[in-house]
């Protein structure tokens, strides 16, 4: 998988708290918005919408299941 897409998928775990701004994660990936988004769907098969909305969502599921033990 390519580094860059790695350091942006490190980051949006560690953020999913906040609004992720697709500019920025594109700027930190040092990839325009178009290339980012196309390369980030290329390495992980979600476009980075989708990837972020699992997430937070997985995120709440286990939230969910902690509070009901």
């Given at each position: 998988m390519n580094e860059q897409i790695q350091k942006v998928q490190y980051i949006i775990e560690r953020n999913l708290d906040i609004s992720l701004d697709l500019d920025d994660l594109a700027r930190i990936a040092g990839y325009s918005k178009y290339h980012f988004s196309r390369c980030f769907k290329l390495n992980t098969?979600?476009?980075?919408?989708?990837?972020?909305?699992?997430?937070?969502?997985?995120?709440?599921?286990?939230?969910?299941?902690?509070?009901m033990t």
């Open positions: 098969g979600e476009s980075i919408t989708d990837y972020i909305t699992r997430l937070r969502l997985e995120k709440a599921q286990l939230k969910i299941i902690q509070k």
